[in-house]
């Protein structure tokens, strides 16, 4: 069984730059892909960012596409997102999930396990 914990979450101005991580514990993830996805109070969650098992494909919301980058580290079974250039829009709790298979999606319904959540708060 798959465990994700998210960490690196916290509160920042806007312009400023915070970067995520996701350590996966019990089985390696390496073969799945990944995602990151976020929800705002009173929001339903939503897509933010996925990269394919390789690390090779990556796909992104357009509210965060250049300013957001998705990376994974399989040898540490660690996934990453930096955020840089942050807005108050940004503020939400931001989960981390696998994905059933290898490929990316942004359907929520493709992840079969997810993290606890962070908070990212982004102050104007």
């Known amino acids: 069984q798959v465990q994700l914990v998210e960490s690196g979450g916290g509160l920042v101005q806007a312009g400023g730059s915070l970067r995520l991580s996701c350590a996966a514990s019990?089985?390696?993830?390496?073969?799945?892909?990944m995602g990151w996805f976020r929800q705002a109070p009173g929001k339903e969650r939503e897509f933010v960012a996925g990269?394919?098992?390789?690390?090779?494909?990556?796909d992104y919301a357009d509210s965060v596409r250049g300013r957001f980058t998705i990376s994974r580290d399989n040898a540490k079974n660690t996934l990453y997102l930096q955020m840089n250039s942050l807005k108050p829009e940004d503020t939400a709790v931001y989960y981390c999930?696998?994905?059933?298979?290898?490929?990316?999606?942004?359907?929520?319904?493709?992840?079969?396990?997810w993290g606890q959540g962070t908070q990212v708060t982004v102050s104007s």
């Open positions: 990269i394919s098992r390789s690390g090779g494909n990556t």
């Open positions: 999930a696998k994905a059933r298979g290898l490929i990316v999606t942004r359907r929520s319904s493709e992840y079969t396990v």
């Open positions: 019990g089985r390696t993830v390496s073969n799945y892909a």
